[in-house]
């Protein structure tokens, strides 16, 4: 699953994308509020974290224009403002929880996956699917066929990010910076190992081939590959 993050400081921005992501999720992260508007306009997420107090536009009006613009996706505040005008200035604008720094972590990654399963009930994007292939985000469960099929936590990354792009061809350096959070450096494999140990996993043994190398360019996921 995505989430958008927008927070200016830079600790607690850094903090919160590294524990996200490591928790399983694809973390987006704008410093300002501009910025943030932005990504969550023109972008698909299943969250946002939106602190209050931003340069350009502050986080009320980030999320009014994320709610002006039909957007329902949940929206959790993360912010130092602890008085109770102010949650309930932010529950009023269609904000879904708010949560006063300082925080525990384990509070956030609660909330956070609370609001998910809230939010994505009825949602067929809980699940990815090309072909007989399914990705099951809240389960964190891939299937092909009648087959179990066991990812590690970069793999489950790597085919959330082909599946959600399918039919597109995907270059190295995207998938180095939304997978590994990395520059893309040619000189090392990593992206290929990966790739190729993912397409052990889900495609030997199946007729119709779904990863697909595209010489010079990149990797494709779709129910066209040989």
């Not at 990504?39 to 009014?64: E, R």
């Not at 190295?172 to 790739?195: G, K, P």
Request: glycine fraction near 8%; charge should be negative.
């Amino acid at each position: 699953m995505k989430i958008l993050v927008v927070e200016d400081e830079a600790k607690t921005g850094n903090y919160l994308k590294q524990g996200l992501s490591e928790a399983g999720f694809v973390v987006d992260l704008a410093r300002e509020g501009f910025d943030g508007m932005h990504l969550a306009l023109t972008d698909s997420y299943d969250l946002a974290i939106l602190d209050v107090m931003l340069p350009g536009i502050d986080g009320w009006q980030v999320l009014q224009g994320i709610r002006g613009a039909g957007k329902e996706m949940p929206v959790l505040f993360l912010t130092a403002r602890d008085h109770v005008d102010d949650r309930v200035k932010g529950l009023e604008m269609g904000a879904d929880d708010y949560l006063v720094k300082p925080f525990a972590f384990s509070e956030l990654l609660a909330r956070v996956r609370t609001l998910l399963r809230r939010g994505g009930k009825a949602k067929e994007s809980d699940v990815l699917r090309a072909a007989d292939l399914e990705l099951d985000l809240m389960r964190r469960r891939v299937t092909r066929g009648e087959r179990k099929i066991d990812l590690t936590a970069k793999e489950f990354l790597l085919l959330e990010l082909l599946l959600r792009r399918q039919g597109e061809v995907l270059p190295r350096s995207l998938i180095a910076s939304q997978v590994w959070d990395m520059n893309f450096d040619s000189d090392t494999n990593v992206i290929e190992v990966a790739v190729r140990r993912l397409r052990a996993k889900i495609d030997d043994g199946f007729e119709q081939k779904l990863i697909r190398t595209v010489r010079g360019m990149g990797y494709v996921l779709d129910t066209d590959a040989q």
